[in-house]
């Protein structure tokens, strides 16, 4: 037992230590229990017996004794709750390894992939024409000249050439990248020498050397290849118009502009009413970008197919197979980007070749 106020501090002192050591071996809440009793325990706690012997000291000591003792009491209550805090934290988080399933947590949705947007213009353009009876037909990428520019019109020194910068292949052969779908025209007449009933879309990439907001590199087309007797230019404009009809909605006004295609005579641009200002070329919020204001939106070229085009693949062929005295045709192509790009209203048509799904996921397809 305790006499003076000398020992009763180095039993403090001793208390201490001894708790601190024992805590350390304490890993779960009995032990944490047990040492509560061991040391603050009402009747046998070893700093409860102390504070008893108190009553043997001389009233000075008695209050600076006590004022020791009530301070590790407070210490080894606070590290008693502290480890027992701890404790409860690591079994929360034991608990939660060991049961990873929560049914309360909102599920994980699988991700759903879907077509990208230009595959889905694509398509609805290929619907569109195979319900009008056109055939889908797939040219190569990798031309020649005579398929790419020749047999369409454009000798060598053409200056329309400048128009498609393109890509040439090294090597023997004079390979090239593709500049337009209208090569794959060339193709099927030579594989297909069974006029008149020609009406094919021939979809497709195509390369130029070319890239800023509206241009890349390569991009994709569609071609269209219509041959038979008596085909004329009403037939390019009522299929055109049609086809506009089907794709944007019957509302918007379409209009034919005379142009120039060293493969078609006359050649015709189509171009639709725009369908973001409505024709205007004015929004609330000042001049319509998508339409530059003019109310138009250029959307293909086309027009009645040259007879040198059906000479060229007459003279490959060695027989007059497309004798442009019995037959004619016509001829378009639009970018898929475009229509792709006017239709959600996109002004920057390297979006489509970024892959950022950012941008990719707002589509439905
Ligand atoms: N080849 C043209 C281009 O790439 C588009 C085109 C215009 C195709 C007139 C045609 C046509 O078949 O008749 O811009």
Not at 221 to 236: D, K, M, S
Not at 274 to 283: A, H, M, Y
Not at 326 to 334: D, K, M, Q, T, V
């Amino acid at each position: 037992m305790a006499e003076t106020l000398q020992e009763i501090r180095e039993k403090a002192r001793a208390l201490r230590v001894e708790f601190e050591t024992a805590q350390g071996a304490a890993t779960d809440s009995a032990a944490l229990q047990a040492l509560r009793d061991r040391f603050l325990g009402r009747k046998s706690g070893a700093v409860s017996a102390l504070l008893k012997s108190l009553g043997r000291l001389a009233e000075a000591e008695r209050r600076e004794a006590g004022q020791e003792l009530n301070a590790l009491k407070t210490v080894i209550e606070e590290r008693l709750a502290a480890a027992e805090q701890e404790l409860e934290r690591r079994g929360r988080e034991e608990g939660l390894r060991r049961d990873r399933l929560d049914a309360t947590l909102p599920g994980r949705r699988p991700y759903v992939g879907r077509r990208h947007p230009l595959t889905v213009v694509r398509e609805e353009l290929e619907d569109i024409f195979v319900a009008m009876g056109y055939e889908v037909y797939d040219g190569p990428e990798v031309e020649d000249d005579y398929h790419c520019f020749e047999a369409l019109n454009m000798p060598p020194d053409h200056p329309a050439r400048d128009m498609q910068d393109t890509f040439y292949l090294e090597g023997p052969g004079g390979l090239l990248l593709r500049t337009h779908t209208s090569s794959a025209q060339i193709h099927y007449m030579l594989e297909n020498e069974h006029p008149p009933d020609v009406r094919i879309i021939c979809p497709g990439k195509v390369f130029r050397r070319d890239s800023d907001v509206t241009h890349t590199p390569m991009f994709q087309q569609i071609e269209g290849l219509v041959v038979g007797r008596g085909i004329h230019l009403g037939h390019l404009k009522g299929t055109i118009e049609a086809f506009l009809h089907a794709l944007f909605g019957p509302q918007y006004p379409v209009r034919f502009r005379a142009s120039y295609f060293p493969y078609t005579e006359p050649s015709v641009e189509a171009d639709l009413g725009c369908i973001v200002c409505g024709g205007s070329g004015r929004l609330a919020s000042g001049p319509c970008r998508v339409c530059k204001a003019t109310g138009w939106l250029e959307i293909l070229g086309s027009g009645m197919v040259n007879p040198a085009v059906f000479e060229a693949v007459n003279a490959r062929l060695g027989r007059a197979a497309y004798d442009p005295e019995e037959i004619s045709g016509f001829a378009f192509g639009l970018g898929i980007e475009r229509v792709a790009m006017v239709r959600h209203g996109i002004d920057d048509i390297r979006l489509f070749y970024e892959n950022d799904l950012r941008f990719l996921e707002q589509f439905t397809g």
